[in-house]
């Protein structure tokens, strides 16, 4: 028997979100993100993409190009709750879940007939059951595995359900450009075009041999499988852990420095924040780093002592980010920090750079006003102190 993997991606999902708190939003442009200076836009609804606003891009620019529009700073401990009830259902015919970000997942269906029927009808279930029940819209793709999953569910976007069957593989991707599939990024896109290779279909009429020579083996026997739909990866899923951690998977790969740094010191204050509600203390900090080829690394340190204080965590993940080594031309696709060790806040260590005052200030100004009303800066070396 053959597999059969379902990937969700729920749409424009925190937008989606604003949008279904507040009605008066329905049918209008909506930008979640960053609205200082230098924020940037998390998601723009479809209403706001009509006008050309995308992901990423500078909120100064969404701003010009869609000035009637609903700007909003994120919520995550919203979009979190919500996504916790997709991953609810999803549960509801496999065990098999492995969340990838806030707003997508995998569902392994393999072998379930016998519980719940023809895959085909299972998942258009469940891609009526999630905006019935939440009310929010999502794109499903069902196919022999991740990597045909996840390109069928962006084929069906915005809110629709596509299917790939094993005899249908080479002719759904063979028009797809070749930037389409995981892990070829910018400059082997442009390196492809300077030989011809534009498609997916092009890219499959290239000799193994041919690829290895222009890439290396390793690389080029990963681009022959890609071309053909060969995606041997598990759905993992996702166990309760000892541990406190946080994660995003951006809608354009990461490449500066300072943003990643920045990223890491706002997942730290994220996680920090998450440890004084649960009257906890963290000894260990762990930075995940998935690159655009899907490459992951995870870092780890331990803590002379234990620690809640946002400042400290925050420069630990920086200083983990760092010690790696690099990943070439490759940017980055998620960046994670978590926390483990925990244990109760029964005292706090006081620490010769770091004020315990500062902690409960930081914490206070969170919980009074909202997870984004506070940030932590870079000085000029892009070390918060």
Not at 159 to 187: C, N, S
Not at 216 to 241: Q, T
Not at 367 to 382: E, F, I, N, V
Request: aromatic share 6%; charged share 25%.
């Amino acid at each position: 028997m053959g597999r059969w993997i379902l990937h969700v991606d729920m749409d424009a999902f925190f937008a989606a979100v604003e949008q279904l708190d507040n009605p008066g939003l329905r049918g209008q442009p909506v930008i979640v993100g960053g609205l200082g200076p230098r924020g940037v836009v998390s998601t723009a609804s479809y209403e706001a993409r009509a006008f050309g606003v995308r992901s990423a891009m500078p909120m100064a620019k969404a701003r010009r190009l869609c000035p009637q529009a609903a700007f909003l700073p994120p919520r995550f401990d919203r979009y979190e709750e919500l996504a916790g009830r997709v991953r609810e259902i999803l549960s509801s015919y496999s065990p098999l879940v492995e969340p990838i970000s806030l707003d997508e997942a995998f569902l392994d269906l393999t072998g379930t007939e016998r519980l719940h029927g023809p895959l085909e009808r299972v998942a258009a279930e469940i891609h009526r059951r999630i905006p019935a029940e939440l009310g929010l819209p999502c794109s499903v793709g069902l196919a022999p595995n991740k990597l045909l999953a996840k390109l069928a569910s962006e084929a069906a976007k915005p809110g629709g359900l596509h299917i790939v069957r094993e005899e249908e593989v080479e002719g759904f991707l063979a028009p797809l450009p070749v930037d389409r599939l995981w892990g070829i990024g910018p400059q082997t896109t442009r390196r492809l075009a300077e030989r011809g290779v534009h498609t997916v279909g092009d890219l499959r009429q290239v000799d193994a041999s041919l690829l290895c020579s222009w890439f290396g083996p390793n690389a080029g026997a990963y681009l022959w499988r890609l071309a053909r739909g060969v995606d041997d990866s598990p759905v993992v899923a996702v166990r309760e852990a000892k541990s406190i951690s946080q994660e995003v998977t951006y809608p354009e790969d990461l490449y500066r420095e300072e943003a990643i740094a920045q990223e890491l010191r706002r997942l730290a204050l994220a996680v920090a924040g998450r440890l004084a509600e649960e009257g906890l203390l963290a000894t260990t900090v762990r930075v995940k780093i998935r690159w655009s080829d899907f490459t992951t690394r995870t870092r780890q340190v331990r803590l002379p002592e234990p620690t809640d204080h946002p400042v400290l965590i925050a420069d630990e993940a920086v200083v983990l980010w760092r010690r790696g080594e690099g990943h070439g031309e490759k940017g980055v696709r998620l960046l994670g920090v978590g926390l483990a060790g925990l244990v109760p806040a029964t005292f706090r260590p006081l620490h010769l750079f770091a004020s315990p005052r500062l902690t409960e200030a930081i914490h206070e100004v969170r919980s009074r006003y909202g997870p984004s009303s506070l940030s932590l800066g870079l000085d000029k070396g892009q070390e918060a102190r």
